[in-house]
């Protein structure tokens, strides 16, 4: 490898851990305004980490949680479900999963709708 492409390479590689840490950044922000109650600004914050990084299983999860806590149990099932994807054996992932698709069943029993 040539000195130009090991640079490159060493540049390539710098900026994914940066947009990983600035993932994470926004992954913890997302948590705080979670538990504060804000859940869209939480999303807004889960939305730009995994722009950051797609396959940030973590950010699914907790962005799914707060799409539930706003009644929206489609969008909070597919962020659990992507989860999934990424980490079959994310046990969190799974519980809240399961927990969303009971939810949803129980209001479309209630609703009649089956």
Known sequence: MSEKQEFQWSEITAAGRKNVSIAVAFCVSGDAWLRKGHLDRAIEDYDA????EP???E????????WARKGDLRRAIAD????L????????????FELAVQKRSEGDSKSGRN
């Open 80 to 83: 659990f479900n992507a989860a």
């Open 55 to 57: 396959s940030f299983a």
């Open 59 to 66: 950010a699914l999860v907790n962005r799914g949680n707060a």
């Open 85 to 96: 994807r990424i980490n079959p054996r994310d046990a969190k992932a799974r519980k809240n």
């Open 49 to 52: 980490a995994l722009t950051m």
